[in-house]
């Protein structure tokens, strides 16, 4: 019996994508790229050891991202949401002259699109019915 997805599932993979980009960087100073490029900072276990898990998050939102959507997939995802964007802009609700605003935006549509990587087999199969095998299901 294969397990449910719901929209709970859904927003549980957002939140870890938004915590993981946000984590990483945004424009508000409090991420670990700002942490690590602070003047004064020096190399230390905590700065390595953070650095080490959000490769590790990275990683895995990435390649199950990659391997579900696909470069075509993602290519689509991309121009949907600069579509988005585009759509905020020509209705004056961001500004290209606000950069900030800009990154908070993208950095949303980067989790979005994450997320959506990672969900994207449950979707798929509640949509059209069809299961994705990876490698090594065959079993």
């Known amino acids: 019996m294969a397990q449910q997805f719901g929209m709970g ?11 993981l980009v946000f984590a990483s960087y945004n424009p508000s100073g409090y991420s670990w790229l700002s942490w690590a490029t602070a003047e004064g900072t020096t190399f ?3 700065l390595a050891l953070s650095a080490v898990v959000l490769v590790i998050g990275w990683v895995i939102y ?3 991202t990659f391997v579900s959507l ?4 993602i290519s689509l995802g991309a121009a949907l949401f600069g ?15 606000s950069t900030d605003a800009m990154a908070w935006v993208g950095l949303i549509l980067m989790s979005f699109l994450l997320a959506l ?6 979707i798929r199969r509640k949509l059209s019915g069809q299961y994705d095998l990876a490698e090594g299901d065959e079993d």
């Open 9 to 19: 599932d859904f927003l549980g993979r957002l939140l870890f994508a938004l915590i």
């Open 44 to 46: 230390n276990p905590y």
């Open 62 to 64: 990435l390649r199950a």
């Open 70 to 73: 696909g470069v075509i997939g």
């Open 117 to 122: 990587g990672m969900s994207w087999s449950h």
């Open 83 to 97: 579509c988005l964007v585009w759509l905020l802009i020509d209705l004056g609700w961001i500004t290209l002259e």
